[in-house]
């Protein structure tokens, strides 16, 4: 099985920027952000395709967050700028085989965005 750990959270100003790691034992076919808010369901943020790269973002932090990945390294990072009391939430690292579903998941790292 996959095994992933997330780090790099804290508490930043709005408009402050950061940056989260995940560490994977294994690279699947896809590799992804979500990130679960108080009282919301988790919700996909963004994922990067492991074999070229191609990414993908949800509508709410298109041009603010990037994904990327070192794969001699096998990390995921999410990058994520002009930050808002919005994505406070636990922010977790997930992966998914080809034709498969999101089902590998890290314990998650907590990003607050307060003034």
């Known amino acids: 099985q996959v095994q992933l750990v997330e780090s790099g959270g804290g508490l930043v100003q709005p408009g402050d920027s950061l940056k989260l790691f995940c560490s994977a034992s294994?690279?699947?076919?896809?590799m992804g952000w979500f990130r679960q808010a108080p009282g919301k369901q988790r919700e996909l943020v963004g994922y990067?395709?492991?074999?070229?790269?191609?990414?993908t973002y949800a509508d709410s932090v298109k041009g603010r967050f990037k994904v990327s990945r070192d794969i001699a390294g096998r990390m995921v990072y999410l990058q994520m700028n002009r930050l808002t009391s919005e994505d406070t939430a636990v922010y977790y690292c997930?992966?998914?085989?080809?034709?498969?579903?999101?089902?590998?998941w890290g314990q998650g790292t907590q990003v607050t965005v307060s003034s």
């Open positions: 294994e690279a699947l076919y896809d």
């Open positions: 990067i395709r492991w074999r070229d790269g191609t990414t």
């Open positions: 997930s992966a998914r085989a080809r034709d498969s579903t999101w089902n590998t």
